[in-house]
């Protein structure tokens, strides 16, 4: 069965998307007004009340990013775009100066942040024998109204003094060598662990919480999201790359036209004003401006008009796009690359270390050198929580999904197979160890299972682990995992691992960590011995089947049409 998710009532208690009052409290992805005219009509431009923003107008409530049965509320379908913009801003943003002083006065269109607002965080893995590192960048989306037209396309003009949520996350990791690259994305309503972050302009000072990750944003800005997705990964991250939906119009535009393509009429509108206003005949279309924005944020009328359908039409669009731009299709005109210059860099915000547009342009180089054939998008595998009301990382298949990354393996499974490199040996002996165990079972619906570190700690103690301490703070953690601080520390942390039977991606490597520490995650609620986990296979070369991959040069994929909404 496909996954979805649920969203509720802030207030109290989730509530299904079948509830009675739950189009009143904004279920829905917006109304589209039917003057007449269908969307695609010459002339036909959305009225005041249609919903084209990228944000949804609502706040920070976890379970907002999808719901069974019915996916996201309004905001998670039109995401994606800021993500083309930001792919765009990095491919040809470099090509649309005539001179260095044009180069000067984009770098001045772009805004700065700190990488990282939670301390060092993860090391940078060490270059290979040849002296190259893989490059792993953050790309986020933001739903902030800051400006006039920020409101306008945005609209809920209610949350013009909200700080903005990060509803967009996607890691794109490119190999060491260039040869491949991968994107993740995960659900903008997963819950998980986000670290002490300090804002740097008004050095306040969030302590650590368990919350949906797009709550990350608030807490000091990007640099804290880019916090949370280390702690969450283990996956060191170089740099991340923001923008919120001004001048994202224009940059479908520039484009030209993005083909894609549906297996049957469809029109995503029904009687109760449901669906983007999409309408398309079977086969392909070039689509650009609001017809693109419609297709991205269509949910009615794909698939099983949830969240699931809508992601992989997304997915399908960004892949199309790469394919043109690395055509050049449309985008040989001086004009149209400044103005497009112009709408990117003045929609970015990048980290200190990426903060000129020659970097902008010597990073696009790189991205340039991957083949479509080896680009591979995915989501994190992902479940509900156990009353439906939020998202967590799928036990094993996520961790799977993110250890072929810090382990620089194609999510694609077509890299040549290699000896992996033994691990190294422990340096403490056992009964010297020091380690923290701690309780991560915290779960605001069901509520800690009492005395889990006791129990581990215990057994730590049985397998000569003398030294093992235990930490009476809970906290809230999908997985379990052990985290060292340095290299050195690796081999003692492997073989713990080893000892209790946890898989090998269950070892990070932090910074922030003050000495080995177990959290024993969710995913082990009972007993001493630790679960077998699906996604734990030893050797696993690509992503698994539920991270629902969708290669870049895959021309002939076709969106299914729901039946309820085609003509």
Not at 452 to 467: C, D, N
Not at 559 to 564: C, D, E, G, Y
Request: glycine share 12%.
């Amino acid at each position: 069965m496909r996954q979805s998710s649920v969203r509720g009532d802030r207030s109290r208690r989730r509530r299904r998307p079948d509830a009675p009052d739950a189009q009143e409290l904004g279920w829905d992805d917006g109304v589209y007004e039917d003057k007449g005219l269908p969307p695609d009509a010459p002339g036909w431009t959305p009225s005041a009340g249609d919903d084209t923003s990228f944000g949804d107008g609502d706040g920070p409530a976890e379970g907002d990013g999808h719901r069974k049965g019915g996916g996201p509320r309004r905001g998670k379908g039109r995401k994606v775009l800021r993500w083309t913009s930001l792919t765009l801003a990095v491919l040809i943003v470099g090509g649309a100066g005539a001179g260095y002083w044009y180069y000067e006065h984009l770098n001045a269109n772009l805004r700065k942040a700190p990488r990282s607002l939670a301390g060092d965080g993860l090391k940078k893995p060490d270059p290979n024998a040849f002296g190259q590192s893989p490059l792993n960048i953050l790309l986020l989306g933001s739903d902030g109204r800051n400006s006039k037209k920020n409101i306008e396309l945005g609209g809920a003009r209610q949350d013009a003094d909200r700080k903005p949520l990060a509803d967009v996350q996607m890691l794109l990791h490119v190999s060491a060598d260039r040869s491949n690259m991968s994107v993740i994305s995960i659900p903008r309503d997963t819950r998980v662990t986000i670290p002490q972050c300090t804002d740097p302009k008004t050095h306040k000072v969030y302590p650590q919480t368990s919350a949906a990750i797009n709550q990350s944003l608030q807490h000091g800005g990007p640099g804290c999201t880019l916090a949370t997705w280390q702690e969450l990964t283990g996956i060191y991250i170089d740099h991340f790359m923001m923008v919120d939906f001004s001048g994202v119009v224009d940059m479908a535009d520039a484009i030209g036209g993005v083909p894609v393509c549906v297996d049957n009429n469809v029109y995503s509108h029904d009687s109760k004003g449901h669906g983007s206003g999409l309408k398309l005949t079977k086969g392909t279309h070039s689509v650009k401006g609001v017809q693109a924005l419609q297709w991205l944020r269509t949910r009615y009328g794909f698939e099983d008009n949830t969240d699931i359908g809508r992601a992989k039409a997304q997915h399908m669009y960004m892949n199309s796009m790469v394919r043109q731009l690395k055509k050049g299709t449309k985008l040989t005109d001086p004009g149209q690359l400044r103005d497009l210059a112009e709408a990117a860099t003045k929609a970015l915000t990048v980290d200190d270390g990426l903060d000129t547009v020659k970097k902008l342009y010597d990073l696009g180089s790189d991205l340039n050198r991957v083949p479509a054939k080896r680009l591979t998008m995915v989501t994190m595998p992902w479940q509900y929580s156990p009353d439906e009301s939020y998202v967590m990382p799928k036990p094993g298949d996520a961790d799977a999904t993110f250890a072929l990354l810090r382990n620089d393996t194609a999510l694609d499974g077509k890299d040549k197979k290699k000896k992996p490199a033994p691990d190294p040996k422990p340096s403490t002996p056992k009964g010297q160890l020091k380690v923290v165990v701690q309780n991560g079972t915290n779960s605001t619906v069901n509520g800690p299972v009492s005395g889990r570190a006791a129990v581990i700690q215990q057994r730590l103690s049985g397998l000569g682990y003398t030294a093992a301490s235990t930490d009476s703070a809970l906290t809230t953690q999908a997985d379990t995992t052990v985290t060292y601080r340095d290299k050195g520390q690796r081999g003692d942390a492997l073989a713990l691992a080893k000892a209790l039977g946890l898989p090998k991606g269950a070892v990070r490597e932090s910074s922030s960590a003050t000495g080995m520490r177990l959290v024993v995650g969710s995913d082990w609620r009972s007993g001493a011995a630790y679960p077998k986990q699906s996604g734990d296979e030893k050797g696993a070369d690509k992503a698994p089947e539920s991270a629902d991959a969708l290669n870049g040069e895959d021309s002939k994929a076709c969106m299914k049409v729901n039946p309820q909404y085609s003509f």
